[in-house]
């Protein structure tokens, strides 16, 4: 069955250091790949997709490039700030687009 | 545009007891409604998936269920509720093989 594979947290970094949240999936097929950020006490948003291989998605500053030849979806910000500090939920979805498989979550601390 | 409601927003409640948090979609029709949970410091689990009214898909075994009396209406309840129930319950919807599932502000359980 498809899985994902996230990084364990939590990451700690200064303000304007570089963010790497490190993603791998199994899967059959060629499923759509997701990013979601959960702030504190609030629910989950979708941060980025990507439905194709090579695809980038981005929004926000993050990225994150669709490698089907490495099965990974690694989420990345080149300089983050203390209000990325979030839960980041890496997923795909299966063919049918209708059920998402999640990460376990990395939590991202970010000190001023 | 679509909205997605859930309430209420957090509850305490004693083992035994009943429970019942509501969820509606605005702004869309037939949508795929779930019920995911997250307990404390953990990943997200999907309850149950529903495709329509009166179609429920239930993911893993437990005291709880799910109802969708309305189109866009879904309901989780327990008949008794367990301390392993708390956690923090997130309802989403999507649609067809949009395979966007958006989130719900979510709801905090807490069993005493």
């Known amino acids: 069955g498809n899985s994902v594979t996230q990084m364990e947290g939590p990451v700690t970094l200064s303000e304007e250091a570089f963010l790497t949240i490190n993603c791998t999936y199994t899967?059959?097929?060629?499923?759509?790949l997701f990013w979601y950020v959960q702030y504190p006490g609030e629910g989950l948003q979708l941060l980025l997709k990507?439905?194709?291989?090579?695809d980038k998605g981005s929004n926000k500053g993050f990225e994150a490039t669709y490698r089907k030849e490495t099965t990974s979806f690694h989420l990345e910000k080149g300089s983050v700030q203390v209000s990325d500090s979030a839960v980041y939920f890496c997923?795909?979805?299966?063919?049918?687009?209708?059920?998402?498989?999640f990460g376990g979550g990395t939590r991202l601390m970010v000190k001023p | 545009s679509q909205t997605i409601h859930q309430w209420p927003a957090t509850l305490v409640q004693p083992v035994g007891s009943p429970l019942s948090l509501e969820c509606t979609v605005e702004?869309?029709?037939?949508?795929?409604l779930y019920w995911y949970r997250q307990a404390a410091g953990r990943g997200l689990q999907l309850l149950f998936y529903?495709?329509?009214?009166?179609?429920i898909s239930s993911e893993v075994p437990q005291n709880l269920s799910a109802s969708r009396p309305q189109d866009r209406q879904f309901i989780l309840s327990s008949k008794k509720l367990l301390l392993s129930d708390s956690g923090f319950y997130l309802c989403?919807?999507?649609?067809?093989?949009?395979?966007?599932?958006?989130f719900g502000e979510g709801s905090w359980l807490t069993v005493v």
């Open positions: 989403a919807w999507s649609v067809g093989g949009g395979n966007t599932i958006y």
């Open positions: 899967a059959t097929g060629y499923p759509s």
């Open positions: 990507a439905t194709k291989a090579d």
């Open positions: 997923a795909l979805a299966n063919n049918a687009g209708n059920m998402l498989t």
């Open positions: 702004g869309t029709s037939n949508p795929n």
């Open positions: 529903s495709v329509g009214i009166g179609q």
